[in-house]
Structure formats: structure tokens, C-alpha cells
């Protein structure tokens, strides 16, 4: 195997794929199975339901590769086929409450909103066999909205432009833009309930903040969600 | 955009209202104007100050977290099932190869995924015998399972070469970097027993319908549909019904043009077309006979589609493959309802509708 200084571009790669060449095949999804499985993770939460998804994405993608058209990049595409299994997974989850992995969260007594199931409920989103222990950010992201935490998540978290982003959901840029904006408020919301706020002036303390999320600040239990009233009348 | 003076520009709102301004704001995207707007309402607004800062800050936070590595097991699952022999880990600049996942949760058990697999493949052979589910490759990439897991029955190889179908199967020489790709003509009849026995679609039948527009057979339905069903089913959709629509004296275009009209929905793209111009919609099975009635009052005919099995397959692999987009609504009423939350409908009770224009 020689190794060629210019890598192939994708859509070279999808050609010779669809000719029968497997390395092909395996370089196509040794390049976009991070992002892939990252989308994943970071709607599911959790490692295995994640590669269970990122898997029957894959294949299912491999097999239509024959409908690829290039009217859209091929991670573009490939990235809708992970959204759609994502969801798909997603509403199932919620249908069958056997496998319901939010079902002690949910249903912690006294507990209204994302921010206060944060507090409640953190535990059992840790998934140690995915990437360690995950920071509080990433347990608040799994309580927001499943459209607002798409939107984020392809932009902020994987760096997808918005424009990337809106042709993979389907949506208009300024939906996607505005999404993101409710999400990260939201965000900052539940994360300053749970005694990690972002050091953002409403805080009264600064420093410490999202940077170093695994240390809680003080706990400011009761302050965190009388934040919310600050905010100017809409 | 020329200079404008600042006393002629607009006051913006709290930021709730121009969120997505705030977020080009922090990433230095926007026109000088836009950008004063912006000053001007921070400068007098501390609340907004600080809900800006919070999006600066979570975006930020958000940007540094670390991209979580995917499990090993999950190249082998994909490649292997795609017949491709994953190359040596380090040829790829894999660092740590993780050999699997020590957590003790079993990996998906191999006949479900193959299940799965199944599902994927699209039937686009014009030989397609009756009684059977011929497994075809989409395309040239092959799909390559062991040969022994190709036969679930009993009867074992001589049930192969019973179908004048032909299927491209990749087989990689095991072990190895270097991949050894040979095409091999295979033909194979699948278990025709577990296709055949799939729940034909009656829902097309409006309940109280006076006129008899729409001719369903309940009775038989070409295999081939049949076999959409049950890829349809392993994929977790609602199984697919297939309407022809027509309206008395109407071009194919008038006829699409209306139907689009009357339900608010958008053709799938025509790669996916059948026959025509083709729409897609999931709707709750109790809303079937309403949703095809309100059709027929409009004039439109209404015929259980019969297409060939490519040209379904096409159609449904798109719709599947999320290339086509398609919606989930509901009868209220007489007007069909967009996009509802169909989460609260009871498992199996949504129905995919595929309505196409034909000739």
C-alpha cells in the first residue's frame, strides 16, 4: 500500500466505492465516523445506543450510495441518514419506557425544567465507557429540546457551519441560528442552576466558570434559577 | 450598504429577538450597521449584556469539548457487514487501537443485525420471481455476509440458483492489509416463507366511503410489496402504502400541482419519483380513511399503486435513506395537519402513505 501525498477527495472515494472497492469503503468511513458517532453521542448520551446508531446509519448509507447524487456533500448527506436514524432511535425511546434510560430522571419527585433535572438526576447520564466522565455541559445538552440540541450540537460542538447545518436538518440558516441561541441560553440557564454557571454577569460571582466544569463552584442551589427573572420582558 | 447616520437606525429589541444577530455579533459577522444596532441596544441594556455574555461563554465551552472516540467494535461491525476487510489499524494512522469494549453489555447479536442488514437491500432486478425476496446489491458496492449465513433454511446451498437474479457479492480475502476484491455471480432465493407471511396493508380501504374510488385489493398484493413491507418493518417505519393518484382529464403536472395544494406537501425529489410526481406523508392509521375520502371529495382517484418492485423500492429507499423528507400529520377537520408531534401515536399505528402522479 502506497501511501499518495494528495488524499482523495470524498467524492472520488464514493466513485470507486460504488466500483466495488472496499478500501474505499473503509476510508470513507474511517473519515467521517468521529463526527458521525459524535452526533450520535451527543443526542443519545449513551456510547452504545450511539454506536448502535452510527452502525445501521453507515450501512444504510452504503448501501443507497447508488442514490448519492452529489447535489449535496457526501458527509452532508451522510450526516442527514445519522440524524434520521438518531431520531428515529430517539422516538422510540420515548415510546417504549423500558428503554427508557431517562426514566429515573424524569421521574425525580419536585423537579420542573432542565435545569432542576439536572440537579436531580446527573448520575445517570454518566456513561464512563464513553468518553470518561462527562462534564456537566454535556449532561445539560441532553436535556434541552431535541431540535435546539441538533442545532448546537452539529454547530457548536462538531463545527459545522450553519449553512452545513441547515442543509442537513432541512431548516433555514436563521432557524438553525436562532435555535443555537435558545440552546445555549438554555444551557447557561440549567448549568448555573446546577452550581456550575457560566461566569456571565448575572452570576454575582466571575472567574471560575464553564472552563473548568468538573469543579463545582459553591453550591448556589436557589440562586441559580432566580436568574431567569432577570431576563428583560420579551 | 452606504453609511447611514445612527439616528436613523431602527432600535432593536431585547436579544431574545434578534438571536441570531447576537450570534453573528460574537463571531464578528455582521455589516457595521447591524453591529451598531447591536452596541446601541447593549450599551443601554445590561440584562441582554449579560444573556450575551452567557451565549459567549457556552459557545466557547461548547467549542472545547474534546470529540469522544468512537468504539472500536463499531469499524469492524460496519466494514464486516459491508464485506470489507477492515484494514490494519495502523496502516489508517489509528493510534490505539482499542481491541473491544470491556463494559459488559453483549454487542448486537448477529441475526438481528443481518436483519437489519436485509432490510437495506433494494430489489431492482427486472427478474423478480414470485414468491421470492431476491437480495440485490444497491448499486456495484456488494453486500457480503458469509455464504452459510445467506441461507437460513434448512435446504441449505441448493436453494441457491433458483432465481434467475443476479447479485454481486464483494468476498474479501480474510487477514491481511491488502484487500483482495473478486466479483462472484451469485443467485439466491431468501427465505421466502418469512417475506411472504408479512401483513399486507389494508388501510387503503376508506371505511365509509359511498363511492368506490379507490380500488384496493385486500386480498393479494404483488410479492414485491410485500417484500417493501417487511424492509420497511426491520427498519422501524411504518409499513408503506402506495397510492396512484389521478384526477379525471388532468395532465400528470395539474394533477401534482393540485394535490400539493390540497395537502400542503412537497413532491419527494424526482430521483425518487415513481411513475410521476411523488409525495410522501405519515399519517395516524385512524386518519387513513379520513385523510382519502377528503381526497376523493377534492376528485382525485385513488388506486392501490402497483408499480415495479425498482421503481418502490427506489422511491422507499430514498424516503428511508432521509434523502426524500417525508411528514407526519393528521386529519383535522378535513384539512390535513402538518408535522404534528406523532410521538403520542400509539406504536404501529402510523401508516407511510406514498402517493404518486402516473400518466
Known amino acids: 500500500m502506497s501511501h499518495t501525498p494528495e488524499p482523495p477527495s470524498d467524492e472520488l472515494l464514493v466513485e470507486r466505492a460504488r466500483a466495488g472497492e472496499g478500501q474505499a469503503v473503509a476510508e470513507l468511513y474511517r473519515r467521517h465516523e468521529q463526527k458521525a458517532y459524535n452526533l450520535a453521542l451527543r443526542m443519545m448520551g449513551d456510547s452504545w445506543d450511539a454506536a448502535d446508531v452510527t452502525q445501521e446509519a453507515f450501512i444504510k448509507a452504503f448501501a443507497a450510495l447508488d442514490q448519492f447524487r452529489g447535489e449535496a456533500r457526501f458527509g452532508t448527506w451522510l450526516h442527514r441518514i445519522v440524524v434520521n436514524a438518531v431520531r428515529d432511535h430517539l422516538r422510540k425511546r420515548r415510546l417504549d419506557p423500558m428503554e427508557n434510560d431517562d426514566l429515573d430522571r424524569a421521574c425525580a419527585p419536585g423537579e420542573t425544567g432542565a435545569a432542576g433535572r439536572l440537579v436531580g438526576g446527573r448520575q445517570s447520564r454518566l456513561d464512563p465507557a464513553a468518553d470518561g466522565l462527562s462534564p456537566p455541559l454535556v449532561d445539560a445538552l441532553l436535556l434541552l429540546d431535541e431540535r435546539f440540541r441538533l442545532a448546537v450540537v452539529l454547530c457548536d460542538l462538531l463545527g459545522y457551519e450553519y449553512s452545513e447545518a441547515a442543509e442537513i436538518l432541512g431548516v433555514q440558516e436563521g432557524t438553525i441560528k436562532s435555535r443555537i441561541f435558545r440552546a445555549r441560553a438554555e444551557l447557561a440557564q440549567a448549568l448555573r442552576a446546577a452550581g456550575y454557571g457560566p461566569a456571565g454577569g448575572r452570576s454575582s460571582t466571575s472567574g471560575a466558570g464553564v472552563d473548568t466544569p468538573g469543579t463545582p463552584r459553591a453550591a448556589q442551589p436557589s440562586n441559580g434559577r432566580s436568574t431567569g427573572e432577570e431576563r428583560p420582558p420579551s | ?359
Open chain 2, 1 to 359: 450598504m452606504s453609511e447611514i447616520g445612527a439616528s436613523s437606525i431602527p432600535p432593536l429589541g431585547h436579544i431574545e429577538q434578534w438571536g441570531s444577530l447576537a450570534l453573528d455579533y460574537i463571531e464578528g459577522g455582521l455589516t457595521p450597521v447591524a453591529r451598531s444596532q447591536v452596541e446601541a441596544h447593549l450599551a443601554t441594556c445590561p440584562a441582554c449584556r449579560a444573556l450575551l455574555e452567557d451565549q459567549r461563554v457556552v459557545a466557547a465551552a461548547l467549542k472545547a469539548v474534546e470529540p469522544a472516540r468512537p468504539p472500536r467494535h463499531m469499524e469492524l461491525a460496519v466494514l464486516s457487514a459491508l464485506g470489507v476487510t477492515p484494514p490494519a489499524a495502523t496502516a489508517a494512522g489509528r493510534p490505539d487501537p482499542v481491541p473491544a469494549p470491556t463494559v459488559p453489555r453483549p454487542a448486537p447479536a448477529l441475526p438481528s443485525f443481518r436483519r437489519r442488514l436485509r432490510a437495506y437491500l433494494q430489489p431492482h432486478s427486472v427478474a423478480v420471481a414470485a414468491a421470492a425476496l431476491v437480495l440485490v446489491v444497491v448499486g456495484a458496492l456488494a453486500i457480503s455476509l458469509q455464504p452459510e449465513l445467506l441461507q437460513t433454511g434448512p435446504t441449505g446451498p441448493t436453494a441457491r440458483n433458483t432465481l434467475a437474479a443476479t447479485t454481486t457479492v464483494l468476498s474479501t480475502q480474510a487477514a491481511g492489509a491488502d484487500l483482495h476484491v473478486e466479483h462472484e455471480q451469485v443467485t439466491t432465493a431468501e427465505d421466502s416463507v418469512e417475506t411472504m407471511s408479512a401483513p399486507t396493508s389494508t388501510t387503503l380501504t376508506p371505511s365509509t366511503s359511498g363511492t368506490t374510488t379507490a380500488a384496493t385489493s385486500e386480498t393479494t398484493e404483488p410479492p414485491t410489496t410485500a417484500s417493501l413491507d417487511v424492509m420497511a418493518k426491520y427498519m422501524g417505519v411504518p409499513e408503506p402504502t402506495w397510492v396512484e393518484l389521478k384526477q379525471d382529464g388532468a395532465d400528470p403536472e395539474t394533477t401534482a400541482s393540485a394535490f400539493g395544494t390540497a395537502t400542503d406537501l412537497d413532491p419527494i425529489p424526482s430521483a425518487f419519483w415513481m411513475g410521476g410526481p411523488t409525495f410522501a406523508v405519515v399519517v395516524s392509521a385512524s386518519h387513513v380513511a379520513g385523510l382519502m375520502q377528503h381526497l376523493q371529495q377534492l376528485g382525485f382517484r385513488l388506486t392501490e399503486g402497483n408499480q415495479p418492485a425498482d421503481t418502490l423500492g427506489n422511491a422507499l429507499n430514498g424516503i428511508l435513506a432521509g434523502y426524500a423528507t417525508y411528514h407526519r400529520a393528521e386529519m383535522v377537520d378535513d384539512t390535513l395537519k402538518m408535522d404534528v408531534d406523532a410521538d403520542s401515536w400509539p406504536e404501529g399505528e402510523a401508516s407511510l402513505l406514498v402517493f404518486f402522479v402516473t400518466q
